[in-house]
């Protein structure tokens, strides 16, 4: 089943897939271009939800940004601040020079996970869903690199438009990725190209860090990011898990 | 657990005097290449915080953890892009934490796995007013570690003080009503270990204890 999180009629509401319409909680089901606005389609935590990211996950893009490939995960960690939902804006601001997207598959944890075996690990997942995790490089600097003022920008983290269940995704290790670019396709790759696959993330994490239902791992991405301009339409998608629409919108200061 | 915090808790890297002149000579070297310009930040997710007196478990792999010591900001309202006149009024409070990492040289790549074990936040147990508690640049800490004193900090000796960096770390992140921002840990952290007690007192504040419990070993 797919799961959405959507604005509708002034409400905040949980909605599922139902033969390309949106089946609410009351029985109506809803055409998705009547939704007001799609939030990450994720039930709220009662405390933040601890959103780990992926970088130098993907062998092509490590060589691409002239990198040697990572001997262990190179991780960094999100604020929920950050995420925004399907077809909504993205900031670029006036001064930068390069802004790229990253399509990233995106493992919404579902069971409480500590010192998870690899061979049990896919049991801990809920779902997932597909993130673009935009990056301004302009902004890097070599202090916990990729630092907070690259990666944890506000509406910087498109995430949605649904939440799959694991169950309809019985191999999230062969899932090809695409994105476009104004319909122009600029980057295109598959999930078997992860240097640390999801169970190896989901070993590594839960063997230091408990974690819990609604957590994230967004899993890097691979080769072909491109500069990103006012007015842009980019679509991150994923083979069976979702096509995640995003503006890039101009802003006037940092 | 109950705790008084409920939103994204961010530490800051170098936010103390000492620190960044003893760190001077290597920062135009490699990795680092240049000083750092922004705000150097950092996430303690929620798997880390520890209420005050809670035992922290240890992993028998960790000798030793550095430990810390902090006063952390803790929003009010919404923040985004505020000025430099009046971000201090987004903060609702003040409260003492406990951040502790396993020791790491290079501060090149996010510190997920000395920073995010489980437990490894301890959390002052009572937010203090930013009504009373007044300027921040007067607040001051000491740590003892099984009753020994091993650490003062003086936060009128920070690099950005509250006001510059809530503007500083606003201007390209919201912080939210309840997220939580560190002013920042000082030169000469401490070490500690299984077994041993950390206290962190501050003139105002109710104290925050925690006790290490190395893991495999009885609590």
């Known amino acids: 089943m797919k799961h959405a999180r959507i604005v ?72 929920e601040s950050t995420l925004t939902g399907h077809q909504q804006f993205t900031r670029r601001p006036a001064d930068v020079q390069f802004m790229h997207y990253e399509c990233e598959l995106t493992v919404v944890i579902g069971r409480t996970a500590r010192h998870v075996k690899r061979d049990d690990a896919y049991d801990f997942v809920g779902g997932y869903t ?72 989901i070993e590594y994490f839960s063997s230091f860090m408990t974690l819990q239902p609604g957590d994230l791992i967004l899993t890097g991405t691979p080769d072909g990011v491109v500069d990103c301009l006012p007015g842009d339409v980019i679509v991150t998608e994923i083979e069976g898990v979702g096509a995640l629409t995003n503006t890039i919108q101009g802003q006037t200061s940092a | 657990m109950n705790l008084p915090i409920s939103g994204t808790v961010y530490g800051v890297l170098l936010n103390f005097q000492s620190e960044v002149q003893a760190l001077t000579p290597q920062m135009n070297q490699p990795p680092y290449k240049a000083a750092p310009k922004a705000p150097i930040l950092y996430v303690k997710p929620a798997n880390t915080w520890s209420a005050h007196d809670a035992a922290i478990p240890v992993p028998a792999r960790v000798p030793q953890v550095e430990v810390g010591a902090t006063i952390a ?30 020791p790491h040289a290079s501060f090149f790549r996010p510190p997920v796995k000395f920073k995010c074990l489980d437990g490894f936040l301890g959390v002052g147990p009572q937010l203090r007013a930013a009504a009373e508690a007044g300027d921040p640049a007067a607040f001051s800490l000491e740590v003892r570690i099984n009753g020994v004193l091993k650490q003062s900090l003086q936060f009128a000796d920070l690099v950005r003080n509250a006001s510059q960096l809530l503007a500083d770390v606003s201007a390209f992140m919201t912080l939210r009503a309840g997220d939580v921002l560190m002013l920042g840990c000082g030169p000469g952290r401490p070490l500690a270990q299984g077994g041993d007690r950390i206290d962190i007192s501050a003139p105002g504040f109710a104290p925050l204890s925690n006790t290490l419990v190395a893991e495999g070993s009885a609590a």
Not at chain 1, 12 to 33: C, K, N, S
Not at chain 1, 58 to 63: F, V
Not at chain 1, 178 to 190: F, I
């Open chain 2, 73 to 102: 900001m803790v929003m009010g309202r919404d923040v985004q892009a505020a000025r430099l006149s009046d971000a201090i009024n987004s903060v609702a409070g003040y409260l003492l934490m406990n951040d502790l990492s396993i």
């Open chain 1, 8 to 79: 509708f009629e002034d409400t905040t509401q949980e909605a599922v897939e139902r033969d390309g319409l949106l089946l609410l909680a009351d029985g109506r089901l809803v055409a998705p271009d009547a939704v007001t606005a799609w939030l990450p389609p994720l039930a709220p935590t009662a405390r933040p939800r601890t959103i780990l990211a992926l970088g130098l996950n993907y062998a092509d893009h490590a060589k691409e940004l002239e990198f040697k490939a990572p001997e262990e995960p190179l991780v960094f960690i999100k604020g």
């Open chain 1, 130 to 201: 597909v993130a673009n995790d935009y990056a301004i490089r302009d902004y890097l600097e070599n202090w916990y690199r990729p630092n907070l003022r690259v990666k944890n920008r506000d509406t910087c983290t498109p995430l949605g438009p649904w939440r799959v269940d694991a169950a309809d995704v019985p191999n999230p290790m062969a899932l090809a990725l695409q994105t476009t670019v104004n319909g122009k396709v600029t980057q295109s790759g598959n999930t078997k190209d992860m240097i640390f696959d999801v169970p190896f993330l």
